[in-house]
């Protein structure tokens, strides 16, 4: 018997290519996270995002043939990620997630690893003196 990943349950790649341009169509009309994406390069960014989310929840590991290991803090670190821009981009990620609507308890798994996803990005805080 073997169990079924994620990535089939929710239907595969066209799952995640239409959660990914949700999300961008969220993103491109938010004025904090706009421009933590790169501007001249939509649809590349859409492809790298659809690439890591299907090889992170059991898709085919394209992703990191073509990029090498996610290493997701350090090529987010450019960019002043606090709890505000955290909040805007799990708007954005539940906003398309109610557009595809999946099920229950595959909402709930992609949810909570996004919430997670989203904390370890932080890595600035406006409260605290930037040296």
Do not use: C, K
Request: charged residues 25%; glycine residues 6%.
């Amino acid at each position: 018997m073997t169990q079924q990943t994620l990535f089939d349950a929710v239907g595969g790649e066209p799952f995640f290519r239409s959660l990914v341009h949700e999300f961008y169509e969220r993103v491109w009309a938010d004025a904090v996270l706009r421009p933590m994406y790169p501007q001249d390069d939509r649809a590349g960014a859409e492809d790298r995002l659809a690439l890591f989310l299907m090889q992170y929840w059991g898709g085919p590991g394209t992703y990191s043939a073509q990029r090498g290991h996610p290493r997701l803090r350090m090529r987010h670190h450019p960019f002043p990620i606090d709890l505000d821009a955290r909040e805007r981009w799990i708007a954005a990620m539940h906003g398309a997630l109610d557009a595809l609507a999946p099920a229950p308890l595959h909402r709930a798994e992609l949810e909570d690893y996004f919430d997670r996803a989203a904390t370890a990005m932080i890595n600035h805080n406006p409260l605290l003196r930037q040296r």
